[in-house]
């Protein structure tokens, strides 16, 4: 059977919020210590740390759109005034939530990385800034507190403290969620979803009299974890909550024992299989959480859903060495295409994390690499416009088998594609990604109301092979190469590499009269 894929410009779908590219950081393990920042007297906790120059340019290099931040499960034992004021004073605490496993995760936090430090780094990124405050072991009026130090007039008690501490104008955060995955047991502060919905009530009430200009996130669950929560919550405080957050990692950390069976069942190729189709389940899943949605609010609802948490992960090595594959690389540029499609209510998305943990980039000592990983964001947060296309996809597929939480699948096509275009209508990207471990796929493209024309910009992430790894002093083993094209010379057939993520950039025929 000849692939073949039909791109419909006349046909917008939705509109794709840039801030499903976003990021996460969190005080655990070498994300923040020992990744994002430098310890200038190593072995002495309390620093002085410095950011990394060198990784903060890679990080500007994907543009990244929106960081949340202390957490994640840090944020519920986290206290936000242990971080602020002179770094030198602040207290050297134990922290709360990971100590819980040794210095593996981290136990002490020197608490030199706080609220005006985050601040710091978003600005410096050209990022909104998403803070998670502390629902577990905090307070209403703690989080208020926050929100007044953050945002409030140079007036009140916190606008003054933040002057005392060198920075007079209000910062103006906007996006705040309250409290992270209450359902779990794992969770300090772990809740039914009843007392969750009258503690968030509680915290908002009091953050909005500080500030009644701030958009909510509300702790929604997977049904994986808890299938009634996301409707008893919304029941509740519905009306109430902006973004309902959603948590997704595959095949799961829980489900170690599962991905080992799977490989030793069906090898590498059925690992591989497994993953590059695993982006259908978090698509699957993000669809539960719409139905969840519709059947408490009603279809026409302004409840929005926010996947603030992602990324593959199945063995608790990746918290120190991610040592993700081109494979893996394919997995998050399949989640985008997901994002894509369930762009009409999925407005932002953070993968776990930036740094180190699962990370996107690899730190330790003097030295810094690109994983695999971090090239998906490269392309598409450069390459994807605002406008998502119809699409349509002939080709062959394949079955999967379970790995971990990733179920078995069947008739999984070997491409998967998104069309995105340029606000003013003149530029087409073509995004597709070639699932098949060993064979080239030649494929018909067939355009409805565009005309391609001029030269072709041609990006291709691609490795020597599936599993093929980046890592210090070798992170280009795995990226991206591009090329130029005469249109001409390569539609409307083109064929795209084995194991590979391709974006075609199309510029509009322009016909000019005489």
Same mark, same amino acid.
């Given at each position: 059977?000849?692939?073949?894929?039909?791109?419909?410009?006349?046909?917008? @779908?939705?509109?794709?919020? =840039?801030?499903?590219? %976003?990021?996460?950081?969190?005080?655990?393990? &070498?994300?923040?210590? $020992?990744?994002?920042?430098?310890?200038?007297? =190593?072995?002495?906790?309390?620093? =002085?740390?410095?950011?990394?120059?060198?990784?903060?340019?890679?990080?500007? @290099?994907?543009?990244?759109?929106?960081?949340?931040?202390? $957490? %994640?499960?840090?944020?519920?034992?986290?206290?936000?005034?242990?971080?602020?004021?002179?770094?030198?004073?602040?207290?050297?605490?134990?922290? &709360?939530?990971?100590? &819980?496993?040794?210095?593996?995760? &981290?136990?002490?936090?020197?608490?030199?990385?706080?609220?005006?430090?985050?601040?710091?780094?978003?600005?410096?990124?050209?990022?909104?800034?998403?803070?998670?405050?502390?629902?577990?072991? $905090?307070?209403?009026?703690?989080?208020?507190?926050?929100?007044?130090?953050?945002?409030?007039?140079?007036? /009140? !008690?916190?606008?003054?403290?933040?002057?005392?501490?060198?920075?007079?104008?209000?910062?103006?955060?906007? !996006?705040?969620?309250?409290?992270?995955?209450?359902? %779990?047991?794992?969770?300090?502060?772990?809740?039914?979803?009843?007392?969750?919905?009258?503690?968030?009530?509680?915290?908002?009430?009091? #953050?909005?009299? *500080?500030?009644?200009?701030?958009?909510?996130?509300?702790?929604?669950?997977?049904?994986?974890?808890?299938?009634?929560?996301?409707?008893?919550?919304?029941?509740?405080?519905?009306?109430?909550?902006?973004?309902?957050?959603?948590?997704?990692? !595959?095949?799961?950390?829980?489900?170690?024992?599962?991905? +080992?069976?799977?490989?030793?069942?069906?090898?590498?190729?059925?690992?591989?299989?497994?993953?590059?189709?695993?982006?259908?389940?978090?698509?699957?899943?993000?669809?539960?959480?719409?139905?969840?949605?519709?059947?408490? #609010?009603?279809?026409?609802?302004?409840?929005?859903?926010?996947?603030?948490?992602?990324?593959?992960?199945?063995?608790?090595?990746?918290?120190?060495?991610?040592?993700?594959?081109?494979?893996?690389?394919?997995?998050?540029?399949?989640?985008?295409?997901?994002?894509?499609?369930?762009?009409?209510?999925?407005?932002?998305?953070?993968?776990?994390?930036?740094?180190?943990?699962?990370?996107?980039?690899?730190?330790?000592?003097?030295? *810094?690499?690109?994983?695999?990983?971090?090239?998906?964001?490269?392309?598409?947060?450069?390459?994807?416009?605002?406008?998502? +296309?119809?699409?349509?996809?002939?080709?062959?597929?394949?079955?999967?088998?379970? *790995?971990?939480?990733?179920?078995?699948?069947?008739?999984?096509? *070997? !491409?998967?594609? /998104?069309?995105?275009?340029?606000?003013?209508?003149?530029?087409?990207?073509?995004?597709?990604?070639?699932?098949?471990?060993?064979?080239?796929?030649?494929?018909?493209?067939?355009?409805?109301?565009?005309?391609? $024309?001029?030269?072709?910009?041609?990006?291709?992430?691609?490795? =020597?092979?599936?599993?093929?790894?980046?890592?210090?002093?070798?992170?280009?083993?795995?990226?991206?190469?591009?090329?130029?094209?005469?249109?001409?010379?390569?539609?409307?057939?083109?064929?795209?590499?084995?194991?590979?993520?391709?974006? +075609?950039?199309?510029?509009?025929?322009?016909?000019?009269?005489?």
């Amino acid at each position: 059977m000849r692939a073949g894929i039909e791109i419909d410009a006349a046909r917008i @779908e939705s509109e794709i919020e =840039p801030m499903i590219y %976003g990021h996460f950081i969190e005080n655990m393990a &070498r994300c923040i210590y $020992g990744g994002l920042l430098r310890n200038e007297r =190593p072995g002495f906790i309390r620093g =002085p740390w410095k950011l990394r120059e060198d990784l903060l340019a890679m990080v500007k @290099e994907i543009k990244p759109p929106v960081i949340r931040w202390p $957490g %994640g499960l840090f944020a519920d034992g986290y206290h936000w005034r242990d971080g602020v004021g002179p770094p030198g004073a602040r207290p050297l605490k134990r922290n &709360r939530y990971w100590s &819980r496993y040794g210095p593996f995760t &981290r136990v002490l936090d020197p608490n030199v990385f706080g609220s005006d430090e985050f601040i710091e780094l978003v600005n410096a990124l050209g990022a909104v800034p998403y803070v998670n405050v502390n629902l577990g072991t $905090g307070s209403a009026r703690e989080a208020a507190r926050w929100v007044e130090y953050m945002n409030g007039a140079a007036d /009140t !008690l916190e606008g003054r403290r933040r002057a005392e501490y060198g920075r007079s104008e209000p910062v103006g955060v906007r !996006l705040w969620g309250i409290g992270n995955e209450m359902y %779990g047991i794992w969770s300090l502060g772990h809740c039914g979803p009843l007392e969750y919905a009258r503690r968030y009530a509680e915290f908002r009430e009091a #953050m909005e009299a *500080v500030d009644p200009d701030l958009r909510y996130v509300a702790v929604g669950a997977d049904k994986y974890f808890n299938k009634t929560w996301n409707r008893e919550v919304l029941s509740e405080i519905g009306d109430r909550v902006d973004y309902l957050s959603i948590h997704i990692y !595959l095949p799961g950390p829980e489900r170690m024992a599962g991905v +080992l069976a799977a490989r030793l069942r069906n090898g590498s190729a059925g690992l591989y299989h497994g993953i590059v189709a695993a982006p259908l389940e978090v698509e699957r899943r993000l669809n539960l959480v719409k139905k969840d949605i519709d059947a408490a #609010m009603g279809p026409d609802s302004s409840v929005e859903v926010t996947l603030d948490e992602w990324n593959l992960w199945w063995k608790l090595s990746q918290l120190l060495v991610p040592r993700f594959t081109l494979r893996d690389a394919l997995f998050v540029c399949g989640t985008f295409h997901a994002l894509h499609r369930t762009s009409h209510f999925v407005k932002m998305a953070n993968i776990a994390q930036m740094v180190n943990v699962l990370g996107l980039l690899c730190a330790r000592g003097e030295r *810094v690499y690109r994983s695999t990983i971090y090239y998906p964001f490269l392309m598409y947060t450069g390459l994807a416009g605002p406008k998502r +296309l119809g699409t349509k996809v002939k080709c062959e597929t394949f079955s999967t088998t379970r *790995v971990g939480g990733i179920p078995s699948m069947r008739d999984v096509p *070997v !491409l998967d594609c /998104t069309a995105t275009m340029s606000e003013d209508g003149m530029t087409l990207t073509l995004f597709v990604i070639n699932r098949h471990m060993t064979d080239d796929v030649p494929v018909e493209l067939h355009f409805d109301g565009f005309s391609p $024309g001029g030269q072709v910009d041609v990006h291709c992430l691609n490795g =020597p092979g599936a599993n093929s790894v980046n890592s210090y002093g070798r992170d280009e083993v795995v990226g991206i190469k591009r090329e130029m094209f005469d249109a001409g010379d390569i539609l409307p057939l083109y064929t795209f590499p084995a194991h590979s993520v391709t974006a +075609l950039v199309l510029k509009a025929q322009v016909f000019r009269a005489g």
